[in-house]
Structures are given as C-alpha cells and as structure tokens.
T-cell receptor, first 114, second 111 residues
C-alpha cells in the first residue's frame, strides 16, 4: 500500500507571497492532519480534516488554512508569508473513524521563506 | 509546564546496550500514546503505540505506560548505530486526533 505523499518536497518563497501544499493520504484513510515542525517550536498541530470538514484546529493565525477534497486529498495554504513560516510541513493520515488513531506521516514539504 | 516533556539528550548508548527514553504528560485525559523516530532531515516514522497501562513489546522495542504517574517510556534493546535518531513522544487526548508532541530525545548509538 502506498504511503502518504506530499508535493512539492521543497519550496522557496519570499515574504508576502502565498503558498499551497498538497497531501494525498494512504488509500482508505479519510482523516488528514497537518503539522508544522521548526527547530524552536518542535512539531505543532495545525488542523485536521475529515470528510471535507475541518474537525480540529490548532493555535495558528488565520493565514494558515486548509481544505479537503472528496477523494480525501488535502491542501493547506499559507497567505502573506513571513520569515517565521520557514518550516517542515508534515501531513499525516489515519482512518479517522475513532479518536486516538495511529497517524502516518508523509515525507513533508520543506518551505523556506526569504 | 509543557504538555508533553522529554529530555532533549543526547542520550549516548554503546552498541548492544539498552536505551531508555522517558516522557511525561500533563493531561490526565490523555488516552493514546505514540513513539515516533525521526532521522535528520526526514519525517517521523511510527515505532509503537500504546493505549493501556503496562508493557507492550515489538521486536527490540518495548513501550511502557503508567497513567497514574503520567509517564510513558520506550526501551530499545540491543541498540544499533542505525537507531541513532530523535525519538518523539506524542499523546492524543480523549477527544479528537490531535497529536501533541514532546520536544524529542536525541539518541546516539556508538559502535
């Protein structure tokens, strides 16, 4: 079974631009969660989508948004990029039908904001 | 107080020895506990999950959970140089699927 895939793998943007990242979950998984990893803050939860609806949200500003499509693929968008948004963005998928399920991570998108 | 705490290390272990990693959490409502391994520049890879008090073994790895004391640990037996990585403890509270991570423990296995 194919794992979680994320595109693009690397991205360089400048301050003020916006970016869209994509995530395809493991086949059969309907929950997609997004996380941000930085050296200073570690791994932090952004949001979770299930059946095209945002089910959970972390403590990030409104510049961070996401959506999920009917095939469970998900995108996240960051508008008006700031230098501090430079990070590894990870998505993780799970079946989503029970609380506390195991989540499997994709390879991540490394974003550099200049 | 952080919700999930780990010693950042590095934890230096001779090859063949046992590496012992600890993690404490603050929310007594936490019900699902995970250990992920992350190599430098890579994404987290699931090692173990544990839901009930006690021990759970999988190959060279053993996870231990004590909900009364609010800690979860990971033992790596017969440590190999390929086990050198950062080990992340993560917790999910009763509702939802939000993983809350500790800062990770860096493990160095020396030949």
């Amino acid at each position: 079974k194919a794992g979680v895939t994320q595109t693009p793998r690397y991205l360089i943007k400048t301050r003020g631009q916006q970016v869209t990242l994509s995530c395809s979950p493991i086949s059969g998984h309907r929950s997609v969660s997004w996380y941000q990893q930085t050296p200073g803050q570690g791994l932090q939860f952004l949001f979770e989508y299930f059946s095209e609806t945002q089910r959970n949200k972390g403590n990030f500003p409104g510049r961070f948004s996401g959506r999920q499509f009917s095939n469970s693929r998900s995108e996240m968008n960051v508008s008006t990029l700031e230098l501090g948004d430079s990070a590894l963005y990870l998505c993780a998928s799970s079946f989503g039908t029970s609380a506390g399920e195991t989540q499997y991570f994709g390879p991540g998108t490394r974003l550099l904001v200049l | 107080q952080k919700e999930v705490e780990q010693n950042s290390g590095p934890l230096s272990v001779p090859e063949g020895a046992i590496a012992s990693l600890n993690c404490t959490y603050s929310d007594r409502g936490s019900q699902s506990f995970f250990w992920y391994r992350q190599y430098s520049g890579k994404s987290p890879e699931l090692i173990m999950f544990i839901y009930s008090n006690g021990d759970k073994e999988d190959g060279r790895f053993t996870a231990q959970l004590n909900k009364a004391s609010q800690y979860v640990s990971l033992l790596i037996r017969d440590s190999q140089p390929s086990d050198s990585a950062t080990y992340l403890c993560a917790v999910i509270k009763a509702a939802g699927n939000k993983l809350t991570f500790g800062g990770g423990t860096r493990v160095l296995v020396k030949p």
